[in-house]
């Protein structure tokens, strides 16, 4: 498989098996990389859009030492800024994928982190935001996800708000299982394509914390 697997799983194509990876913004080697895929990670989530607006060299760098180490599928994330200097959500795209088109790391998906940290409490805006989020990274040909849960919708949008269900969902709850239990539908989700059941764990191959997630 190459880098657009996890878009494969966003429209709806079964694998024979359950699927690991991780995500972290812990620098981790090509040798740590290769050591988890012999471990049967086949997939890794690497941050580039930062909070602050920056864009995370380190995250650059996992992406391609996950593909040199081994792993099927590399997508990244942007964490949006939602400070004046950090410019619209238009322009913290283009940064995003700019950085990663130039800095040569192949990926398969951008996702959204949609999770409550300095969202204003307009959730009108905060829905424009993200349509105009993910609307840039359609005109700019890049396939887009979202990461969030029902407390961070609710807060964000309001838990009813459908405006990007169309995109698919990486969930984050931590019941420590590799399973879609106990998922409530919200915002137009019926249904996860992928779920980070564990964050903020020990890695193995001693890569340091990392957060854990899985698809069926």
């Not at 088109?101 to 192949?106: L, M, S």
Request: overall charge negative; some cysteine; charged content about 10%.
């Amino acid at each position: 498989m190459q880098s657009t697997a996890l878009v494969f799983l966003a429209l709806g194509i079964a694998f024979a098996s359950a699927t690991i990876g991780l995500d972290t913004v812990t620098p981790i080697s090509t040798s740590g990389f290769r050591c988890m895929a012999d471990m049967d990670y086949e997939f890794y989530i690497g941050r580039v859009g930062q909070s602050n607006g920056g864009i995370d060299q380190g995250g650059l760098q996992n992406m391609r030492n996950a593909w040199s180490g081994g792993f099927n599928a590399v997508d990244a994330y942007l964490f949006p800024c939602h400070a004046s200097s950090c410019g619209s959500a238009r322009q913290q795209v283009i940064n995003t994928v700019n950085a990663l088109r130039n800095g040569g790391v192949n990926f398969g998906m951008l996702w959204l982190d949609l999770e409550i940290y300095n969202w204003p409490s307009d959730q009108w805006g905060n829905q424009q935001f993200i349509l105009d989020l993910a609307a840039q990274c359609q005109d700019m040909g890049v396939s887009v996800g979202v990461y969030t849960n029902n407390n961070n919708w609710q807060s964000i949008v309001g838990i009813n708000w459908n405006g990007v269900s169309q995109y698919p969902l990486w969930w984050a709850n931590y019941n420590g299982q590799q399973n879609y239990d106990g998922f409530v539908p919200f915002g137009g989700w019926t249904w996860p394509s992928i779920r980070q059941y564990k964050g903020d764990v020990w890695g193995d191959c001693n890569v340091g914390n990392v957060d854990m997630n899985w698809y069926p």
